[in-house]
T-cell receptor
């Protein structure tokens, strides 16, 4: 498919476990974004990549959260020692290039994370 | 800190009606404003993007306007259909490249 692909679509895990969420952006898109959508909080920004570097990590809620991007393509969001408040839908988006104001962000269907 | 507000939170209309969704933002220093649609259990679909230098954008039955100085945008949907039922999200992009979202308007179009 030509869209942003995220896996897994659903993840249920026990409190305290680590989880990895994957995002495959649209081919050729240099900018990649992670957002979190939780009930009552709406959509909130987590981190932005331009190529492999992350100029803006300001939205990561704690040091348990980290993300990397390799080869300017696939990105992984890792949450260590998960807590119940981490339960949310994690959305990934990509755009042709960031910072131009001209390109829309294209979103995947998200990973629904549930912490028991 | 940029804040985005959408009114109303929910809207129910009969099929065929024209409707307007509202979005306001507190900081007028934006690159663009985007309107998205979200269906239950799905990601976001980009509907319209208005750059800061533009006043409006149109796509089919959708028309979005932007008044940057007053911090307002409207999404106009003409001749609404049941398939338009979804949550509509407004988001602004500032100098930090990230999108700041409103909490959305849940639209229901009744046959």
């Amino acid at each position: 498919g030509a869209g942003v692909s995220q896996s897994p679509s659903n993840k249920v895990t026990e409190k305290g476990k680590d989880v990895e969420l994957r995002c495959d952006p649209i081919s050729g898109h240099t900018a990649l974004y992670w957002y979190r959508q939780s009930l009552g909080q709406g959509l909130e920004f987590l981190i932005y990549f331009q190529g492999n570097s992350a100029p803006d990590k300001s939205g990561l809620p704690s040091d348990r959260f980290s993300a990397e991007r390799t080869g300017g393509s696939v990105s992984t969001l890792t949450i260590q020692r998960t807590q119940q408040e981490d339960s949310a839908v994690y959305l990934c988006a990509s755009s042709l290039r960031g910072g131009s104001g001209e390109q829309p962000q294209h979103f995947g269907d998200g990973t629904r994370l549930s912490i028991l | 800190k940029q804040e985005v507000t959408q009114i109303p939170a929910a809207l129910s209309v009969p099929e065929g009606e024209n409707l307007v969704l509202n979005c306001s933002f507190t900081d007028s220093a934006i690159y663009n404003l985007q309107w998205f649609r979200q269906d239950p259990g799905k990601g976001l679909t980009s509907l319209l993007l208005i750059q800061s230098s533009q006043r409006e954008q149109t796509s089919g039955r959708l028309n979005a306007s932007l008044d940057k100085s007053s911090g307002r945008s409207t999404l106009y949907i003409a001749a609404s259909q049941p398939g338009d039922s979804a949550t509509y999200l407004c988001a602004v992009e500032g100098g930090s490249e990230k999108l700041v979202f409103g909490k959305g308007t849940k639209l229901t179009v009744n046959p």
